[in-house]
């Protein structure tokens, strides 16, 4: 599968079978799957998203938003609990129109579920982890 480098951009091959064993990047050497939300902005959001080959779970957010506080470490949990399976991706709506403007994004949180770069479903609101990891089921 073909996995985007959230540090360098690089496009990494990694096989299936492997992508639970904390795959690196051939480039930077940086982690490519840690468990974590990866930041994404306007000018590297579009490759990563349309090279990556795993699912990809954007939540839409600012700062000054209090559900979105809120839902930050329900997030956080969910990307653990996907690591290998799925990438989680956070993109502050405020510093970031561009990708707003493409998705819509009206209220936030807003979630929205990506293959190949493609909208697939969305959620808006707060939600805890259990709904965010049936959202990638």
Known sequence: MNVVCSHCQATNRVPAERLAEDPVCGK??????AGRPVELNDSNFERFTERTELPVLVDFWAPWCGPCVGMAPQFELAAKQLK???ILVKVNSDDNPKTASRFGIRSIPTLVKL???RETSRQSGAVQAAQIVALLR
């Open 28 to 33: 930077c050497g940086q982690a490519l799957l």
């Open 84 to 86: 290998g399976r799925a």
């Open 115 to 117: 293959a190949g770069g």
